[in-house]
């Protein structure tokens, strides 16, 4: 008998080379996370699909059988953050006033993209309230707790909560989430997962609720770098990526003393250093400075506010507006009505200076990619976040500083697990490239990866 909860830890990509090994079926794998869900102890999966799984599991048993798998993730399963339309199941956004909402009448094109691999939907997936928020907390449906640890239960990091739990967890070896701030980056750091976010426009994100229709991005959260390309490509459509490996001695790393290292946590710094010393040593050349873009970025943000609160008031304007408001988390009410603060200059002001910086960036960068920690922390404790909402905000702008300058300016961005704190907590480290130029930090990703790996002891 095969050991189907060795087989079910693995990667994506590896329980893909798996199946179609024949060392189990999809059907077997299928049945096996579906009880392992059930057994679920915290709110991770919001809806689970499991007749659609087991169809989609046979159909991919027997194309495996048959020796004509559509990809390499052929009979790999997936779950989907509750922004994503799955036909049959209703799409609540994390929210009390949309949980009773009627079905999706068809799937997102994302979700098409990936059944066209002949990947198996498993379900839905928890997240914060309008995906506003980078720690996780949900008071609507519950808040999943982050399984790292042997302390009090600590946040799982948001808006994509349930993809970083699920897959470090065990029940699903990949989800696909959104990052508007750091969304998919913040819960793979906290989780000790890999996350990728693609340049804005990259994956379709239609049948997608919007938070920021100007900042919103669709990407995966995985076990490995080569689960994060291959699922890159399966989510535009693509049956295998197109981009070739490259070597640690081809890749120059600038590493921004600007914004991104205030504050860093002894044991998230410490982690870093040594991820760069790792790098430096198998090859890549790297170097350090300031980086004034970034500094504009934060100083921005001061003067005219948020881009991702401006779009936020405008998608929900007349719900926090209105008497439904009372049904909604106050702590995302309270960054949502930021945007209703802000004038038309403002928001022109912020457009304007982003396009100007993300051009200058790239310039700036000429091929280099930027490291640096995902978060500057490791994830904090949920109770006190839930007692006290200053608290919470300023640990909630703390957790997504670093992350939010990517996506300000369009910076693709693949957040890796380096190394754990003394109380087994994960940190991250994370590599960017310019904007548009995803293909350059995923084709160095698995020889990054497997450097950090080499220097992680624990």
């Known amino acids: 008998m095969p050991d189907l909860q060795a087989i079910a830890s693995r990667s994506a990509a590896a329980i893909g080379r798996a199946l179609q090994a024949g060392e189990t079926t999809p059907v077997a794998l299928v049945e096996h996370l579906l009880e392992t869900i059930s057994d679920q ?38 779950a989907w953050k509750d922004l994503i339309d ?12 949309y949980r009773d909402q009627a079905a999706a009448t068809r799937d997102a094109p994302v979700v098409t993209h990936l059944a066209g691999a002949g990947m198996v939907t ?50 699903v070896p990949c989800a696909i989430g959104t990052d508007t701030g750091g969304s998919i980056r913040i819960p793979a750091a906290f989780n000790g997962i890999t996350g990728f976010k693609p340049s804005g426009g990259r994956i379709d994100d239609t049948r997608v609720f919007p938070l920021s229709r100007s900042l919103d991005t669709i990407g995966p959260l995985a076990r490995s770098v080569e689960d994060c390309i291959l699922l890159d490509a399966a989510l535009r459509g693509a049956t295998a990526p197109a981009m070739v490996r490259r070597p640690l001695h081809e890749l120059s790393i600038f590493v921004a003393e600007t914004v991104v290292l205030d504050a860093v946590d002894p044991a998230v710094m410490a982690n870093f250093e040594a991820s760069l010393r790792r790098l430096e040593q198998h090859g890549a050349t790297i170097r350090s400075g300031p980086l004034p873009i970034f500094a504009r970025t934060v100083e921005l943000a ?66 280099a990619l930027v490291a640096m920690p ?62 548009g130029r995803d293909e350059d930090v995923l084709s160095f990703g698995p020889a990054v990866e497997a450097a950090l790996a080499a220097g992680t002891s624990n």
């Open 41 to 78: 102890s915290s709110p991770v999966f919001l809806a689970v699909t499991a007749e659609r799984a087991r169809t989609e599991a046979r159909a991919a048993e027997q194309r495996l059988a048959d020796n004509r798998p559509l990809s390499p993730l052929d009979g790999v399963p997936v």
């Open 86 to 97: 799955v036909e049959g199941v209703p799409t609540t956004a994390g929210s009390a006033v």
């Open 374 to 435: 995902t978060v500057a922390h490791i994830a904090p404790q949920i109770a006190p976040l839930e007692a006290d909402k200053e608290l919470f905000h300023r640990v909630n702008l703390k957790t997504l500083r670093n992350t939010m300058v990517g996506n300000f300016l369009d910076l693709p961005g693949l957040a890796m697990p380096n190394g754990v704190d003394e109380n087994q907590m994960p940190t991250g480290f994370l590599l960017s490239a310019a904007s």
């Open 302 to 367: 001061a003067r005219y506010g948020s881009i991702a609160a401006a779009d936020a008031y405008a998608e929900h304007r007349e719900l926090v507006d209105g008497p439904d408001v009372s049904r909604i988390d106050s702590r995302v009410v309270d960054r949502i009505m930021g945007g209703k603060k802000m004038t038309a200059h403002d928001l022109i002001m912020l457009q304007r200076a982003r396009r100007d910086l993300v051009a200058e960036l790239r310039s700036w960068l000429d091929g």
């Open 122 to 171: 498993l379900g839905k997936l928890n997240l914060t309230e309008f995906a506003y928020s980078g720690l996780g907390l949900n008071p609507h449906f519950g808040t999943p707790v982050n399984p790292h640890g042997n302390g009090a239960p600590r946040v799982p990091g948001g808006s994509s909560s349930g993809c970083g739990v699920a897959v470090a967890s065990g029940m």
